[in-house]
Every structure is written in C-alpha cells, then in structure tokens.
C-alpha cells in the first residue's frame, strides 16, 4: 500500500516539475513570436511554478492523511497476529514439555524392562 502512495507521489512530484519546463519552453517560444512579452511569460511561468508546488504540497496532505488512516486500520490486525503467535508459541512449549516427558518415561519403562 505505501509503495502505491510513494509511486503516486512520485509521480505527482514529476509531472510538477516536467509540467514547469515544458510551461517554461512554451512561454519562450510565445513570447520569441512576440504574442506575448518576456516579462508577462516569466510572470506566468512563476504563478504556474508556484500553482504546480500548492498542488504537490495539496497531494501531499492527502497521501499523509491516507497513510494515517491505513495505519490506524492495520494496528488492531497486527495486534491480534501477535497475539496468535504467542499463543502458538505457548502451544508448543506446552507439547514439547509433554512429549519431553512422555519420551522420558518410555525410556524409564524400556530400562526396566531390561533389567
């Protein structure tokens, strides 16, 4: 689960920064036409940088926030396989202290029977 929200991260992260270069090539190639100034395509190209950054921090919040609620949904299911394994473990202490014993006294009982 968590390696799904790191990819989307990622993801999100990358598309951010590659949707900044390629917004940043496209302004130079308008504002080289002369359909738009050098100064307007640098000020559109911050406030799409910064619109880019709100939305990673945006996703960001909802993947932390979705990996609190897995989290919090997983603790009560890792706390009963604890709880299991230590029940098998004590289940088998148990059988091996008995077939210790039961396998003691079959050993007594053969010596005896050779003498």
Do not use: C, F, W
Not at 38 to 45: E, I, P, Y
Not at 50 to 76: D, G, H, N, Y
Not at 80 to 92: L, T
Request: hydrophobic share 35%.
């Amino acid at each position: 689960m968590a390696d799904i929200i790191k990819k989307g991260l990622l993801t999100a992260i990358g598309t951010a920064s590659i949707a900044a270069a390629k917004a940043d090539k496209i302004m130079k190639g308008i504002s080289k036409k002369g359909l738009i100034s050098t100064k307007d395509a640098r000020s559109l190209v911050k406030r799409l940088v910064k619109e880019a950054e709100r939305e990673k921090k945006r996703v960001q919040k909802i993947i932390s926030e979705e990996l609190k609620k897995q989290v919090k949904k997983t603790r009560p299911i890792v706390k009963k396989g604890k709880k299991a394994v230590s029940n098998v473990s004590r289940r088998v202490k148990k059988a091996r202290k008995r077939a210790e014993k039961r396998g003691k006294q079959i050993v007594r009982k053969a010596t005896r029977r050779l003498r």
